[in-house]
């Protein structure tokens, strides 16, 4: 299996290059997603492609060393967890579960900070993809048959 | 909507490409080559959704049908079979099910919906006219997805949630609980 | 702590059964967005009941997971699992968005595939929720079609605009319905019938159902079965009909009861015996809907016989799985040659088995002999004379089969090898005798849960109320 040793000096010199260009590309689709196109869901998918790519280059070991296991699990259950509390101020202070209240920066449409809980609900959601992919990424590559 | 021949030409192009790159798909032995032309495939579908000026369905499409998809493909088969083996029977006759949905779902559209670029959606035009007074939010998708119908976003977190705990259950045995796997 | 939170659900739902009681239609607007732009939850006598049925086994069975799951790996996933999936039934059925019926189907398909493959280390789990994933993939697949082919043509996923719009017959301009329609509907009664088991859909249910941990098997058959009958309840009273129904639905059912009596008979093994039966029990309860799509006033005597009936299998059944859970825990076996009179051995699980049994088959003195007694009664009464003389027939060869049940397990004399065989601990044998006395209360006292079922049948009818409420 070579994920789990990484592969040669070519590979892993251009993923050591293009993983912040990556990460950085996910960061503004994550952060703009109230104003352009994407958002926590697909900048989510992306850091954890980026961390694939790591995986790939670097051997999972590297990687895990890294970024553990456990600490992904935290991390997804935290931004879920994150999804329902934002809904829940909703509820509270704006009487519907879910209701974009005032408590959150309305801003000017189009600015960074706009449009209310857009934005936290995009972190949370990119914290809840990004750690629930790796976590399978994980179980799926120390899976071995049985018998083996 | 784009006008004019050369989008009707591109248009085309790449539905054709599309058919033509699902067919080879199906019809690879080798299982990883199979998964990785299933990537070029994924590809031309984010590019006929750009034409058709969903791009944030083609971003969507790029990540998990390109770069996710490719790479969940390429794990299984490494830990599987990588060349298919047996009779094709079964596959035939799936296919041949698959056509027939296929063929109704084609007649339906074609004889009850309006042409191509009509444009179409009650509920759809309240969201564009009202957005920016609504939520404030340049993306009109995205003011979708997280205030509008924010509950159905809620309820695909939870089933990624859930599929993710689904997997960790019917592999945990291979995977310890925690940072140590049993080797 | 699951315990806990579904017992505060199971509070919350009985809180909202007895605001519909007063004839209101509860409706939360999600993000405060009325009925066509943003999702809603609509409760009204329907919504609540079946709720309330679904809250009610989960806490049963949580109770009796305690007990059942001690020693396994990973309890803390089973539980999340559990809860997992009672949040999707839940927002199955108290929404009012057919689009976010679907996505809480997904949470409660996935987090069923995950229960039924809970004990990874053997095969047979494995196997047989690969063959549920593919087939309720398949189901969740052509459901999602049908919603987008509705949405296409009306404009809206909000099941209270659909209906008012297609009965007034304002389709989107350019679209005609008279293909996009029937197509539509027949994607989502295939759907939902798969996640129902409906009778050439049903072959996931025998090896699903068995191979889970009993408790979920319990929920599986209680009421996660029931869940698709909700829908396909909600959708063809919704969705106007220009084809008559209820003969299809009729030779459904009894197809489907048929199949599931008749293999029933032929099984070896506790659990998949009770698999069978609990196909069969969904073709009585399909028979029931089929009374009342042909209207008229045995529609709802029908309707509330089935609604019962929906009530009275999910506690029978779930009482059921809950003492083969029991047996099994004891035994180590599910076959039933190896099981012969192991009641000798358990005898306060024997008593319930007897009660459960005895319920199950339909005999007077307890519930399930009201319900199918009525929907028989409902279809003579609608003309149906012979499908009634078929559901008869099939609830005489329940009989037989639920007798020679009890005569194995009861009735003859122990084996050797079940000589170490106790009963199990309190806090199985609990939930158990709770869903045994409900068994005795609602057979002999069946006036609280016949007006309840009844005001469920009227919601379910007052379709013009349900829409007012929605759209407001």
Redesign the interface.
């Known amino acids: 299996?070579p994920?789990e040793k990484g592969m040669s000096l070519i590979v892993r010199t251009v993923a050591r290059l293009l993983a912040p260009v990556m990460l950085l590309v996910a960061a503004y689709?994550v952060l703009h997603?109230?104003?352009?196109?994407?958002?926590g869901?697909?900048g989510g998918?992306?850091v954890?492609?980026t961390l694939?790519l790591l995986i790939i280059a670097f051997g999972v070991d590297y990687v895990?060393a890294k970024v553990?296991?456990?600490f992904g699990q935290v991390f997804?259950s935290a931004g879920?967890t994150a999804?329902?509390l934002v809904?829940l101020v909703g509820l509270v202070f704006g009487f519907w579960?879910?209701k974009?209240v005032g408590v959150y920066p309305?801003?000017?449409?189009?600015e960074v900070f706009?449009?209310?809980?857009?934005t936290l609900?995009?972190l949370a959601?990119m914290a809840?993809?990004s750690a629930?992919?790796l976590?399978?990424?994980?179980?799926?590559?120390?899976?071995?048959?049985r018998g083996k | 909507m784009a006008e004019g021949l050369g989008f009707t030409l591109l248009f085309n192009l790449f539905l054709i490409l599309s058919v033509v790159l699902a067919v080879i798909v199906v019809e690879l032995r080798n299982l990883l080559y199979a998964a990785i032309v299933a990537g070029f495939y994924g590809l031309v579908i984010a590019v006929l959704y750009f034409l058709l000026q969903a791009?944030?369905i083609a971003?969507?499409q790029v990540?998990?049908g390109v770069?996710?998809q490719t790479?969940?493909l390429v794990?299984?088969i490494?830990?599987?079979l990588r060349v298919e083996e047996g009779s094709r029977g079964l596959r035939f006759s799936m296919v041949w099910l698959i056509f027939l949905l296929a063929v109704?779902?084609i007649?339906?559209?074609a004889?009850?919906?309006?042409?191509f670029g009509?444009p179409?959606?009650?509920?759809?035009q309240?969201?564009v006219e009202n957005v920016?007074r609504d939520?404030?939010?340049?993306?009109a998708?995205?003011?979708i997805?997280?205030?509008?119908?924010?509950?159905?976003?809620?309820?695909?977190?939870?089933?990624?949630?859930?599929?993710?705990?689904?997997?960790?259950?019917?592999?945990?045995?291979?995977?310890g609980?925690?940072?140590e796997?049993n080797r | 702590m699951a315990v806990g939170a579904s017992a505060a659900t199971m509070a919350m739902s009985l809180l909202l059964l007895f605001e519909t009681l007063k004839g209101n239609i509860v409706v939360h607007k999600?993000?405060g967005?009325s009925a066509?732009?943003?999702?809603i939850l609509v409760v009204d006598g329907f919504n609540a009941f079946i709720a309330s049925i679904i809250v009610g086994v989960v806490l049963a069975a949580a109770v009796f997971s305690i007990g059942y799951m001690r020693g396994e790996?990973?309890l803390n996933?089973?539980y999340?699992?559990v809860m997992?999936m009672l949040?999707?039934m839940m927002?199955v059925v108290l929404t009012g968005?057919l689009?976010?019926l679907f996505?809480?189907l997904?949470?409660m398909s996935?987090?069923a595939?995950?229960l039924v493959?809970?004990k990874?280390?053997e095969m047979e789990p494995?196997e047989a929720?690969f063959k549920y994933l593919i087939m309720g993939g398949t189901a969740t697949t052509i459901i999602l079609?049908g919603v987008a082919?509705i949405y296409?043509?009306?404009?809206?996923?909000n099941l209270a605009d659909i209906a008012c719009r297609l009965r007034s017959g304002s389709l989107?301009?350019?679209?005609?319905?008279?293909?996009?329609l029937p197509?539509s509907l027949a994607l989502l009664v295939t759907g939902f019938g798969l996640k129902a088991a409906v009778f050439p859909l049903h072959t996931w249910l025998p090896d699903a159902h068995p191979a889970a941990p009993s408790p979920i098997s319990a929920i599986l058959s209680g009421v996660t079965i029931k869940v698709g009958v909700y829908a396909l309840f909600r959708i063809l009273f919704v969705i106007p009909l220009n084809v008559d129904f209820a003969f299809a639905v009729a030779v459904l059912s009894v197809l489907t009861m048929t199949v599931g009596n008749v293999m029933a008979m032929l099984q070896t093994d506790i659990k998949r015996l009770l698999a069978f039966s609990s196909i069969a029990n969904i073709g009585y309860i399909l028979l029931a809907l089929s009374v009342g799509l042909s209207g008229g006033t045995y529609g709802v005597y029908g309707l509330t016989s089935g609604l019962l009936h929906v009530l009275n299998h999910a506690i029978m059944k779930g009482l059921l799985f809950l003492t083969a859970g029991a047996i099994v825990h004891a035994a180590g076996t599910r076959n039933l040659e190896e099981l012969v009179g192991i009641g000798h051995r358990m005898k306060a699980t024997a008593i319930i088995l007897v009660i459960g049994v005895l319920a199950m088959a339909g005999v007077p003195p307890f519930n399930g002999f009201i319900s199918e007694f009525s929907i028989l009664l409902a279809a003579l009464g609608a003309g149906m004379g012979f499908f009634a003389a078929l559901m008869l027939a099939n609830i005489l060869l329940a009989f037989s089969y639920y007798l020679r049940l009890l005569y194995i397990l009861v009735w003859q004399a122990p084996r050797e090898s079940l000589s170490t065989v106790r009963d199990p601990s309190p806090s199985m044998i609990l939930p158990m005798s709770v869903l045994a006395s409900l068994c005795i209360v609602f057979g002999v006292w069946p006036q609280p849960v016949l007006m309840l079922s009844h005001h469920a049948a009227l919601s379910l009818l007052n379709l013009n109320g349900y829409i007012a409420a929605s759209l407001s």
């Not at chain 1, 706009?114 to 857009?118: E, F, Q, R, T």
């Not at chain 3, 296409?152 to 996923?157: E, H, K, L, Y």
Request: aromatic share 16%.
């Open positions: 299996m994920t689709i997603g109230h104003i352009t196109h994407g958002g869901f697909q998918v992306l954890s492609c694939l895990e553990t296991f456990n997804r879920a999804i329902i809904a579960f879910f974009n309305y801003g000017f449409p189009g706009s449009a209310g809980s857009l609900y995009n959601e809840n993809v629930s992919f976590v399978a990424f994980y179980v799926l590559i120390r899976f071995r048959r | 791009p944030d971003l969507t990540v998990v770069g996710l790479a969940l794990i299984a490494s830990k599987t109704i779902l007649f339906t559209v004889y009850d919906f309006p042409g009509q179409v959606g009650r509920v759809g309240y969201y920016l939520v404030g939010a340049w993306n998708v995205g003011a997805v997280w205030d509008y119908r924010g509950y159905d976003t809620l309820g695909e977190t939870l089933v990624l949630f859930t599929a993710i705990i689904v997997a960790l259950v019917v592999f945990r045995h291979a995977h609980k925690g940072d796997p | 999600m993000a967005w066509p732009v943003g999702i790996a990973s996933y089973y999340a699992l997992l949040g999707g927002g968005d689009f976010n996505v809480f997904e949470v996935i987090s595939y995950g493959a809970f990874s280390y494995l929720s079609l082919l296409g043509a009306v404009g809206t996923v989107l301009p350019g679209v005609s319905g008279s293909l996009v197509v």
